[in-house]
DNA sequence: TTGAAAGCGCTAACAA
DNA sequence: TTGTTAGCGCTTTCAA
């Protein structure tokens, strides 16, 4: 039987138990070939009868790291659609510990980017970052990129082009491509674009991708784009006003937040949403899974995009380091009742 | 300037700098109150000026603590409006840090739901752990009960009362009467009830508010009730059939994702939402908050869930341990449109 | 192929 | 009030 409340078997015991040197057994859990087999499984039997796994803090202190990633985690977004993080979470955890990383969260407060950062770093409690809002004209970035701290961004540094750091990103102008070309296989000809103001790239991306899809059929886009905050309200008014003024017959949105704002106005209208009008949202989240007929959404590839930063991850752990080359993934779209 | 990618300084760089031994740094961080003033300004000027931070490593082999809370962390629920995680994981880190910990989150594969908590707990990864789903007949509680590890649970143990581990729960019977009294209030006197299967313990605490409320006004509930799978087109089959056999005015339901549901049958016959019929879901999701007219929902209030853990699990780990007492909460109901 | 010695950076216990 | 000693459990280096 196991003892229950005692320290944990050391190196020490497995070694009495299996009659070889501590050194011994510490190969046999980090380098087996070196061993001869017979003693090998001697040792590999002494470890299990005694349940015995290293001691994380004495292996960290030894090797100098802790294989854990750091990553920030802001508060949830009530109100909007947003979910991005909750499956990316998800994913980062899953694809970390198969590389042999544990995923430590912490917390960050809006007015100090940095917070949290510093304090994990010089305490060497983790090896490297995960750096996921990079929207903010990432202030993080910078200061990991001078402190030589190995992270990776999810997300491009749009503002920083001579930026050197590996980045996973997904190709927003692509997935509104997608999402306009398919309503435009559907028929639709004056397609209107609620997006975000003007100071968020991440926005300007996705409206690229509508425009281009459009330019590239030889439709217009004037008069048919709107700029406002990522609220419902602001989607149901925008497209209150387009409706009256542009007269299109569908609608590809930033978000899904802003495509429940467009639900929202066709209801107020008595529109049913994916006969005589269309919408599409950006982000397939939960909303746009639940809803009514269901929301039409370009969905990121959050499972890959977490496989990259592993793999990024990993390469800049390695010894010696490789720099990782970033990685632009392409979102699919969930086509649903909306469209 | 600060050396840039070299190794940290440590105590004995501290030490050197300002004069004193290394256990005088020690005491300076730890027991400031050990120093006289003008030694523990001095070293804290050297601890400043080289940005010291003591290697957790090297102060978790020490103590024998790591000073990180273990959290599994299941797949994201998609399809449903199941939103609960992404709050409590964020209020939890956040009351975590104010208590000196961090939250290390671990995957779980849904077949063995030991995994991944043994390796932590033989590797002395985790101080502790907070365990969520305990929905699940928790298999992880009696294990880790066992093992006598420390951890706080985020749900009753319903099916083990002589269970002696602390919890911390959401009192649902006090939240859907919270909703059916609104409902009653409100001039309902037929309010059928949607949730889950009789296997459930958390269903049929939230399903005896919804009687226990009908009740208290002498109200029947018999033909009321429906028990069905948590999907969006359970919720719309019931909703279906209690409006053609039963004839009510009013749902409450076990989830958003059912109230979803009946929000589509009430689309699909014409009904508005909040005049003729009410729903109330349950769990506040953001679908509850963005879909058209908003949907009522039972909230929980997962800030103070989270501060409860904390709590406890600080208790816990305290030398020596307390026994927390297990703590109940109440829910609150957000109004929206739909009732 | 195995073992012995040293030391990672820190803090508990004790001594000065 | 400050300093000295020892050792947490592991792995790296080197010797046997």
Redo the contacts with the bound molecule.
């Keep these: 039987m196991t003892p229950l409340s005692t320290?944990?078997?050391?190196?020490?015991?497995?070694?009495e138990l299996a009659?070889?040197?501590?050194?011994?057994?510490?190969?046999?859990?980090?380098?087996p070939?070196?061993?001869?087999?017979?003693?090998?499984a001697?040792v590999q039997d002494a470890i299990e009868a005694l349940g015995?796994?290293?001691?994380?803090?004495?292996?960290?202190?030894?090797?100098?790291a802790s294989h854990l990633i750091g990553m920030r985690i802001g508060p949830a977004q009530e109100g909007t659609a947003n979910a991005t993080m909750d499956r990316f979470v998800h994913s980062l955890v899953e694809t970390s510990r198969e590389a042999g990383y544990h995923v430590l969260l912490f917390a960050g407060s809006s007015e100090d980017p940095i917070a949290g950062y510093e304090d994990l770093l010089r305490?060497?409690a983790v090896d490297a970052f995960v750096v996921t809002d990079t929207y903010l004209g990432n202030p993080q970035a910078v200061w990991l990129e001078q402190r030589r701290a190995p992270f990776v961004a999810f997300g491009r540094p749009w503002d920083h082009p001579d930026a050197r750091h590996p980045w996973v990103d997904v190709d927003g102008a692509a997935g509104t491509d997608l999402a306009t070309t398919h309503l435009l296989d559907r028929g639709h000809q004056r397609i209107a674009w609620i997006g975000w103001r003007k100071d968020s790239r991440i926005g300007e991306d996705r409206r690229a991708g509508w425009s281009r899809a459009l330019h590239a059929r030889g439709l217009p886009t004037t008069g048919l784009a709107s700029r406002v905050e990522d609220t419902v309200a602001s989607g149901r008014e925008a497209s209150a006003v387009l409706l009256d003024e542009a007269q299109p017959t569908a609608f590809v949105c930033a978000s899904d937040t802003l495509a429940m704002g467009v639900l929202h106005t066709f209801r107020d209208r008595g529109i049913t949403a994916g006969r005589e009008m269309s919408v599409v949202g950006f982000d397939d989240s939960q909303v746009a899974q639940v809803v009514p007929f269901g929301l039409t959404s370009v969905r990121q590839p959050l499972e890959d995009v977490a496989v990259e930063i592993v793999k990024a991850l990993e390469g800049l752990l390695a010894h010696p380091p490789t720099i990782a080359t970033s990685t632009l993934l392409v979102p699919t779209l969930a086509l649903r009742g909306s469209s």
Tied chains: 1, 2.
Excluded: C, E, M
């Excluded at 320290?7 to 070694?15: E, F, K, R, S, Y």
């Excluded at 009659?19 to 380098?31: C, E, H, I, K, L």
């Excluded at 015995?52 to 100098?64: D, E, I, K, Q, V």
């Design positions: 320290t944990p078997p050391t190196l020490a015991d497995v070694a009659g070889v040197s501590r050194q011994t057994v510490s190969n046999a859990v980090n380098n070939d070196l061993l001869r087999s017979d003693t090998l001697r015995y796994s290293p001691n994380r803090a004495a292996r960290n202190l030894r090797t100098r305490s060497t």
